[in-house]
């Protein structure tokens, strides 16, 4: 029991706490009026010519719409079987038939529950679950193409020490039954937040983050890093951002269909929503040098007219993006196709009062998940609307996909 | 207790007035600085656009703004969550960066590390209370909540803190 002494002591000595933490906290410059000025006259200038574009961009969409309903209506009902062996462009016709999420109950992190559900209707089809102590918060799903199969990168949070990111591989049947739930890959040293798989399953893409799960907010100490690891050879190459100028993150990795590139979104640690730049590396070359081995896809301007939050491997070579919110309308959500590697063809996917959605594509990338920050209800685009996913419930979603 | 009105601020001055302590408060509450800055900064990207909501107490709506975006930043971020919310998984000195941190004692290294195991909803008010020195009033009126609700999750806050303190210890 605490007397009131012992209460008063806390009182002086968190005051004490907070008043020198304020004062040797530096907070940059970069927050300033003028910074929010040129995001908006960014805005301005994205927002004249992006009307046009919004209108063909529907058309399109309903048009790609309306060819998934027609795969759709098909008497099985089944999805094609996609990249390993065959056709990309044919898995990019049919929506996915079934997603996966992984969530833990309100209680904490020691159950950890995997559930396939039908894209319509949402029905449960199969779960499984993990128990245990300390089963790590978070992890990262991503599917890779056409092989009902679903990869999970999972680290307990420990506060000492570096984790290990243990891989997993989940297939599923056609009838969405789980009938395979294994490790797959070699363990690696360091926290992942971010995985991508190759079309054809054989390698996988991540980050690895070198810290304490439990230290040191989401600053990163280093550069930006990325690896591919062969599933079959078990080799590992990595790249790393050779621009020792500012401190950056590998945030968000993703494969295009064809399986020749490897979409690296990379964030300024600490930096505005400005900050991220996506290379497109090649995953057969050696390592090495990020920046050697990448060609620079999308690059913030000096107005942000680019900016992106999220940028994503697309269908045709294209990026799937949200925009800033600066970029973008604050307190909506703008979801854009870029075609051009100088990011200034862009055709709106959709635009609606979401707050700070998180974004997914299948591995066609063509269907694009989002995932509203306010709402219990995941989402995917079509028509330039967005149609509710049943089931992704009010439990601490930690990754979903499909 | 800093002023709490400025008839017909500006946006400028509503920048200089309280950004850095938007910062902070928010990279109290988050535990990541990074994330504190963003919901900053989208707090004034709105009110860029609709200047009129400084019209009436700009030092309130700000507050308010930050802390509702600091509970979106909560729900939304698994890494975020990760970091800041789980309870006993504190970092070191998480809304500090190491070249700051060090600049501390052990002691209030060891406070700050404390705070951050506390619920969301304590972080708020002790922040508030022992940062901002808010009154029990202005702090019920900025969460949105009675002032006996205040008053009991401060205590319970300082109480629990105390318990993490003298465990550490």
């Known amino acids: ?402 | 207790m800093k002023p709490s009105t400025y008839p017909g601020v500006s946006l400028d001055e509503a920048f200089r007035l309280h950004g850095a302590e938007l910062v902070r408060v928010a990279a109290f509450i988050l535990g990541d600085r990074g994330a504190a800055e963003d919901v900053v900064q989208d707090v004034f990207v709105r009110v860029y656009e609709r200047t009129e909501l400084l019209g009436g107490d700009p030092q309130f709506y700000l507050r308010s703004a930050v802390i509702n975006g600091c509970r979106t930043m909560l729900r939304r971020a698994r890494l975020i969550r990760r970091h800041a919310e789980r309870q006993g998984q504190q970092s070191a000195c998480p809304p500090l960066t190491t070249e700051e941190a060090m600049l501390l004692d052990e002691d209030r290294k060891r406070v700050l590390a404390a705070l951050t195991t506390l619920s969301r909803r304590r972080r708020e008010v002790l922040v508030l209370r022992f940062y901002l020195d808010m009154s029990e009033a202005e702090i019920a009126r900025t969460l949105g909540i009675s002032p006996g609700t205040v008053k009991s999750t401060a205590a319970r806050g300082l109480a629990a803190l105390a318990k993490q303190l003298r465990e550490a210890s």
């Open chain 1, 1 to 402: 029991m605490n007397d009131e002494n012992e209460i008063e002591r806390t009182a002086a000595r968190l005051k004490a706490a907070l008043g020198a933490a304020a004062t040797v906290m530096v907070v940059r410059p970069a927050l300033e009026r003028q910074r929010v000025e040129r995001e908006f006259e960014g805005v301005k200038r994205v927002r004249g010519w992006l009307i046009p574009l919004a209108a063909a961009a529907s058309v399109v969409v309903i048009a790609v719409g309306a060819v998934a309903v027609a795969h759709l209506a098909s008497p099985d009902g089944t999805r094609p079987a996609g990249a390993r062996g065959g056709s990309p462009a044919a898995a990019q016709a049919t929506r996915p038939e079934y997603y996966l999420t992984a969530t833990y109950p309100a209680t904490g992190p020691n159950v950890l529950q995997f559930q396939v559900r039908r894209t319509d209707g949402g029905a449960v089809t199969s779960s499984r679950t993990i128990s245990g102590a300390n089963v790590g918060w978070g992890g990262y799903l991503t599917a890779a193409a056409g092989d009902r199969a679903f990869y999970f990168a999972k680290y307990p949070c420990i506060q000492t020490g570096i984790p290990d990111t243990t891989f997993y591989r989940i297939t599923i049947t056609n009838s969405g039954r789980i009938s395979g739930f294994a490790p797959v890959g070699r363990p690696v040293k360091g926290m992942v937040t971010t995985l991508a798989v190759s079309p054809d399953g054989s390698a996988m893409a991540y980050n690895a983050l070198e810290k304490a799960c439990a230290t040191g907010g989401l600053t990163q100490p280093g550069a930006a890093s990325v690896s591919v690891a062969d599933l079959s050879t078990g080799r590992v190459r990595t790249w790393q951002d050779t621009d020792a100028t500012q401190m950056t993150l590998a945030s968000r990795l993703s494969w295009t269909p064809d399986g020749r590139t490897l979409v690296v979104d990379e964030s300024v640690r600490g930096g505005l929503r400005g900050g991220l730049t996506v290379y497109g590396l090649d995953p057969a070359s050696s390592g090495g040098s990020l920046q050697a081995h990448s060609t620079t896809l999308l690059r913030p301007g000096a107005d942000c007219s680019t900016c992106v939050k999220t940028a994503l491997a697309g269908p045709d070579g294209s990026l799937i993006a949200l925009q800033s919110p600066a970029a973008g309308k604050p307190g909506r959500t703008v979801i854009v196709r870029i075609s051009s590697t100088a990011g200034r063809h862009r055709t709106v996917l959709f635009d609606g009062p979401l707050q700070n959605p998180g974004l997914f594509t299948d591995a066609s990338g063509q269907w694009v998940l989002l995932w509203p920050a306010q709402s219990v209800t995941a989402g995917w685009i079509s028509g330039g609307r967005l149609h509710p996913l049943p089931g992704v419930g009010p439990v601490n979603p930690q990754g979903i996909a499909w």
